[in-house]
């Protein structure tokens, strides 16, 4: 996962949302503060990439959902290889990961999370923009597409039932309506994050256009993964009612 091209690939201005968040994508070198060193252990770029690597790999080896999302991205056509479709790199701490849809590339912030768990999260959650490139012809420059893709990647790796239980009210007769609200923040925050040049009330307002339709659209994974329970393999057992290999 190490093989990189050697220049870095213009960025057109115009194109540049998010790219402030991943300086090794605009070719520049990316540089721990002494904060980060000092209360972290940031820094240390070559031994960070190494166990970032690692535990993408053991991901892909070994989590039924970054297994479910390889297959299905595999039986559209758009093969992931390692070394070409994911990249760990130092990033703006304030991310964990991205999805380069001018590289076709995923970024794993490897100066941020060092849990295989949360790799897991962030490898699915960016292979679900991925899959939406490949299967949608989806364009990042078009707000209501953003806000659809990352509506399905909250709904489908981030907002557990379980967890929606404790937005809140807790009653039963809210959960699906907490459930709901958890992925509009999500998406919310994460349409934020990659257009700035967009304001809340016009993020909000392309989310709840097309929220309907992208919320229940529950392909690859075919369920809303439930926390601590058995939904992570039971979506991976039935890839195959999805044409899946």
């Known amino acids: 996962m190490s093989d990189k091209p050697s220049e870095a690939a213009p960025v057109d201005k115009e194109d540049n949302w998010g790219y402030d968040l991943y300086p090794e994508r605009r070719g520049e070198a990316a ?3 002494w904060w ?7 820094g240390q770029t070559n031994v960070e990439k190494t166990t970032c690597e690692r535990n993408v790999y053991n991901c892909f080896e070994n989590s039924p959902l970054v297994k479910l999302m390889y297959s299905a991205l595999k039986s ?12 760990c790199e130092v990033c703006d701490v304030s991310v964990s990961g991205g999805y380069d849809p001018k590289l076709n590339q995923i970024v794993v912030c490897q100066n ?3 849990n295989k768990g949360i790799i897991q999260g962030i490898l699915t ?4 923009h991925m899959f939406d490139a490949c299967r949608h012809q989806l364009d990042f420059k078009n707000i209501h597409h953003l806000a659809c893709t990352e509506i399905r990647a909250a709904n489908l790796t981030h907002c557990s039932f379980m967890s929606a239980m404790f937005q809140g009210d807790a009653s039963p007769f809210r959960i699906r309506k907490q459930h709901a609200e958890c992925v509009k923040m999500k998406a919310l925050g994460s349409v934020m994050a990659v257009r700035p040049d967009v304001t809340k009330e016009e993020a909000l307002a392309a989310i709840d256009k097309v929220f309907i339709k992208c919320y229940n659209d ?5 369920r809303r993964i439930r926390r601590n329970s058995a939904d992570m393999i039971r979506a991976y ?4 009612n999805y044409g899946y290999e």
């Open 112 to 114: 941020v999370v060092r």
């Open 36 to 42: 980060q060193i000092a209360l972290f252990g940031a």
């Open 76 to 87: 559209s056509g758009c093969e992931i290889d390692l070394r070409r479709h994911i990249a």
């Open 237 to 240: 057992e039935e890839k195959g």
């Open 218 to 222: 529950l392909e690859p994974i075919g």
């Open 125 to 128: 959650h960016e292979m679900i």
């Open 31 to 33: 540089r721990a503060k």
